[in-house]
């Protein structure tokens, strides 16, 4: 191998030890020269118009048919829904009824009935502006529940993430008044610090968003939410791969001070198209998961069967495959 | 409709026309060979047709679409389990062809690197873009832009080292 200098004004970087072994200036310049390179030895060769053209019509039919059969399963849940109030489930005041397996008494919405308060992705990321987008809905004793998630972008720095904490909590206090105040790590000793490095409604992380879970019982906001950090989109997340979020089981949203009914939220990876949930005390129920803006997570929500625990959901993927079967702790 | 799919297709075909050789270079860069990278760039742009009105409206269609092509080469990673990357680059013996070899040296050590450093350093230093245009491409903040890069380039330097090359290039 030559020592020789680099072509033309970067021959001035070389010197006897060569770019790469000089200043970080000297190997960004010698990088982006190699790089050139390499790509201009690529023959890009002819444009291939027809193939491209072809794809794209294909992926803009794809496209139109599953936005028509999201919109046709919308009006079927909601048609869906109405029925299961009328004939069956809890009634208010009353003792629970039977109800058959997979009826729609635990509904979950299709990806069409999410209402995103913010733009979606492609706008930019602003960690003042949470994201909220209903996951999934149901009848239980008489009473409409809704499972919403607020996104929260990543915030950049520090500062922006104690800021966005402080907007969280005051959120979260004007419905539950009881919340005590988020506690400064800083603040407090060793051992319990560690253990709010585990809280990521306190602990900032720029590849996180922070997603705030909670439950809406007809209309009103409920207390008793979950906030929990998910991978942010283009971030780094050291030690959790993406595949090590898929069927995990995030929440279970309470409140027994009201004996509200329990609703259940399982974020999973952007692979699963759909749920179904086979309740050990019999039936089952199927639920699409939802994405929310640009989070490459995606969260479903189920009216949990009172009762039954160590349920078993299965995981499949768009084209219809199994991905996983798992047991639930719900 | 008639007359806006054709409008569509027109415009389609201009920006293709002027991108492609572009688009194709970058995802060479990306994906270390020559059907990967066409696969990406055909990928991409069939997703820039689906979304054409966007691409079309934007401030910079190129940017618009560069953006779509990392998002691809990112999900594309996700959905390879089986691509195995390495922290540094293997030993080998010296080299001693010509450039070729060189390239191939070069090529190898972009392969090895994990795909957001890989993204971070073909964008910023191909495509020279500047760090806050990277972040925007990679969905990222420009502190993610400025590790990944830097990683990344630690890495090429330590793999150019490791080869015996002064420089990855080698002989002019």
Request: with cysteine; net charge neutral.
């Amino acid at each position: 191998m030559s020592t020789e200098s680099w072509p033309g004004d970067l021959g001035d970087f070389g010197g006897p030890r060569g770019p790469w072994n000089g200043d970080a200036e000297a190997a960004e310049a010698a990088v982006s020269w190699e790089l050139g390179e390499l790509a201009d030895s690529v023959e890009a060769g002819p444009v291939p118009y027809e193939r491209l053209l072809d794809g794209g019509r294909r992926r803009l039919r794809r496209r139109r048919l599953l936005t028509a059969a999201a919109v046709a399963m919308a009006v079927a849940l909601v048609g869906g829904a109405g029925a299961v109030t009328a004939g069956g489930g809890y009634r208010p005041g009353g003792s629970p009824v039977a109800v058959p397996p997979a009826s729609g008494f635990s509904l979950t919405a299709a990806p069409a009935t999410g209402t995103p308060s913010a733009a979606p992705s492609g706008t930019a990321r602003d960690p003042f502006t949470p994201i909220r987008v209903k996951v999934g809905e149901g009848i239980s004793k008489g009473r409409a529940l809704e499972a919403w998630i607020a996104l929260w972008p990543a915030a950049p720095t520090a500062e922006a993430g104690r800021e966005q904490g402080r907007r969280i909590w005051e959120e979260r206090h004007a419905v539950d008044p009881h919340l005590p105040p988020d506690p400064e790590p800083s603040a407090l000793p060793t051992p319990q610090r560690g253990v709010l490095l585990h809280n990521p409604a306190v602990v900032w992380d720029p590849h996180k968003d922070r997603a705030d879970i909670y439950l809406v019982v007809d209309g009103k906001r409920e207390p008793g939410d979950y906030v929990d950090a998910v991978p942010a989109p283009g971030g780094t997340t050291p030690g959790e791969p993406d595949d090590a979020i898929n069927g995990v089981l995030l929440t279970r949203l309470v409140n027994p001070a009201a004996s509200s009914p329990e609703m259940v939220v399982v974020r999973v990876g952007p692979e699963v198209a759909k749920v179904e949930v086979d309740w050990k005390a019999g039936g089952a129920v199927s639920a699409v998961p939802v994405g929310v803006g640009d989070s490459t997570s995606r969260w479903y929500a189920v009216v949990r069967t009172p009762g039954a625990m160590d349920n078993t959901v299965i995981s499949f993927a768009e084209d219809g495959t199994v991905l996983r079967t798992q047991n639930t702790w719900w | 409709m008639g007359a806006q799919k054709a409008v569509r297709d027109e415009e389609f075909r201009a920006f293709t026309g002027s991108a492609w050789s572009r688009l194709l270079r970058t995802a060479y860069l990306l994906a270390g060979e020559r059907h990967g990278a066409e696969d990406l760039v055909q990928q991409a742009l069939e997703r820039a047709y689906v979304h054409w009105n966007k691409v079309r409206a934007a401030d910079d269609p190129n940017a618009y679409v560069r953006r779509i092509l990392i998002n691809e080469h990112a999900r594309r990673f996700r959905r390879r389990q089986v691509e195995h990357l390495v922290d540094a680059f293997p030993d080998r013996p010296a080299p001693t062809g010509p450039d070729p070899d060189d390239r191939t040296v070069l090529l190898a050590a972009l392969a090895a690197l994990p795909p957001r450093q890989r993204e971070a350093v073909v964008l910023r230093y191909w495509e020279d873009l500047s760090e806050s245009q990277t972040a925007a491409a990679m969905d990222c903040s420009v502190g993610t832009v400025k590790s990944q890069a830097a990683r990344g380039l630690a890495k090429l330097r330590e793999a150019s080292s490791r080869n015996g090359l002064t420089s990855i290039g080698g002989s002019r």
